[in-house]
């Protein structure tokens, strides 16, 4: 049972500590979700992913997880969404760009 309770809470873990410690991310952060990929943009780098590039999308408490690798992900604060609506509309990008990658709340 501890081990199921470590799989659930380890990744929402990640973000919060990821969210509080990286320098890269305590700056603005831009992302630009679309058919063909994702457009992230700092005040240090831009870069372009598509979604093929991505392991899978797993939905926490606050936040979206964007897999590059079983280690390594994009975080995409819900918060960031101006509304309810604006968020399903991604995750319905989501579901239809990365089909049996996802695990988002429905």
Known sequence: AA??????ALPYL?????MRT??????EIRYVFGESGVETVTTA????MDWAGFHR??????FILLYMSSRVFHIVPKKAFA????????KSLLRRKMEGR????P
């Open 14 to 18: 990640l973000a919060m500590n990821t």
């Open 102 to 105: 996802v695990r988002l709340k």
């Open 22 to 27: 990286s320098p890269m991310l305590k700056g």
């Open 83 to 90: 509304d309810g609506a604006q968020l399903e509309i991604f």
């Open 57 to 62: 999308a797993v939905e926490i408490k606050d």
């Open 45 to 48: 780098s831009r870069s372009q």
């Open 3 to 8: 081990l199921v309770v470590i799989g659930f």
